[in-house]
């Protein structure tokens, strides 16, 4: 994400990560903007890694490119990681969605509030649940 409210959106989310006092976090330099995939945050807790793209928005719905979904498992697969989708809607907790929850059918995916809901999950869901 190249704009201030992604990046601020990023260290939000690591900050959540570090004040788990048990995960690690941090932002890759560059993300989107290499040759290579990867992703916009990797975090990590005793051998679990996590591969994260995060999404911010101020509407109500949020679009993924369908190479940034693919780059983001390609980067996974090859790093032992599992692929992650993180979204925040204004005033709303962020959440996290599988890449296999969504459709990669045309060349733009488009996230709403409420498939977020539906299909994601919650920070400490993914947090104490691995």
């Not at 995960?23 to 992703?39: E, I, L, N």
């Not at 911010?56 to 693919?70: D, S």
């Not at 599988?98 to 409420?114: C, F, H, R, Y």
Request: hydrophobic residues 40%; aromatic residues 8%.
């Amino acid at each position: 994400m190249g704009n201030p409210k992604g990046a601020n959106a990023e260290r939000q989310l690591i900050h959540l990560f570090w004040n788990t006092g048990t995960w690690t976090a941090c932002r890759v330099a560059g993300s989107g903007s290499m040759k290579y995939p990867s992703p916009d945050i990797i975090a990590n807790k005793d051998g679990i890694n996590l591969a994260i793209e995060c999404k911010a928005t101020a509407g109500n719905n949020q679009y993924l490119e369908k190479r940034e979904v693919e780059e983001l498992v390609a980067y996974a697969q090859r790093a032992g990681a599992r692929p992650i989708i993180a979204v925040r809607f204004d005033r709303k907790p962020w959440r996290f969605l599988n890449p296999d929850d969504l459709d990669l059918k045309t060349a733009s995916v488009g996230i709403n509030q409420e498939l977020a809901e539906l299909r994601g999950i919650t920070f400490e869901e993914l947090t104490k649940g691995l």
